[in-house]
């Protein structure tokens, strides 16, 4: 079963637009929650990635904000571009191994 | 540093042979970890290997094995293929040491079984 919960499925956002997608999970053991970005015929690219001790993380036009008591993570992508059409990952691993589970995956379309 | 390499990145082969896929990790990173990416299931975990030993594995059959060597190169195998074998199998990389755990991707090798 899919230890990780991602939602939309697709989202279409126009140029300039905030996208933002959601995830949840149930394990308590997991303590590393990245994100990745996929092109087509391309790996899984790291973007960024939290721990449980911070609420919100940026990076550029990239945020995540983590919610530990409500088990969810969400990843915000500010001023959305053409290039940041993509398929998008979220992901979480317990802090004993690394092995990381991934949500089912979120492809955005960003509309010039 | 060159990034994670994968050969080959296309394959073809008819259900009930074997394949073998090879994994170069980043320069300095001991840590591999094997994917199987499909549109049905998504991205499974299969199997992690650190200085060639499996630490970890994940719920596929047995004839799913992978192995590393001492220069922390590993190679996958999947023996008597089935259709829904077909997959895009891809490499990830991570350093020594559990702080960060970032695992970085190769591009995969894509399975086609007919």
């Known amino acids: 079963q899919q230890q990780v919960k991602q939602s939309p499925q697709s989202l279409i956002v126009q140029k300039g637009g905030i996208s933002i997608i959601n995830c949840a999970y149930e394990n308590t053991a997991f303590d590393y929650f990245p994100w990745y970005q996929q092109f087509p015929g391309k790996g899984p690219a790291l973007l960024i990635a939290i721990r449980p001790d911070v609420s919100e993380k940026k990076e550029g036009r990239f945020t995540i904000s983590f919610n530990k008591s409500a088990k969810q993570f969400s990843l915000h992508i500010m001023d959305s571009q053409p290039g940041d059409s993509a398929t998008y990952f979220c992901a979480a691993s317990p802090s004993s191994d690394y092995k990381l589970s991934f949500g089912a995956g979120t492809t955005v379309t960003v509309r010039a | 540093k060159a990034g994670v390499t994968q050969t080959p990145r296309y394959l073809i082969k008819t259900r009930g042979q074997q394949v073998t896929l090879s994994c170069s990790p980043i320069?300095?990173?001991?840590?591999v970890s094997w994917y199987q990416q499909t549109p049905g299931q998504g991205l499974q975990f299969l199997f992690e290997?650190?200085?060639?030993?499996?630490?970890n594995k994940g719920n596929f059959p047995g004839r799913f094995s992978g192995r590393q060597f001492s220069n922390s190169r590993s190679e996958m195998n999947v023996s008597t293929l089935e259709l829904g074998d077909s997959a895009l199998y891809l490499c990830?990389?991570?350093?020594?040491?559990?702080?960060?755990?970032?695992?970085?991707f190769g591009p995969g090798t894509r399975l086609l079984v007919l």
């Open positions: 290997y650190f200085s060639e030993t499996q630490r």
């Open positions: 990830a990389s991570s350093p020594s040491g559990g702080l960060g755990k970032t695992q970085y």
């Open positions: 320069s300095g990173h001991r840590s």
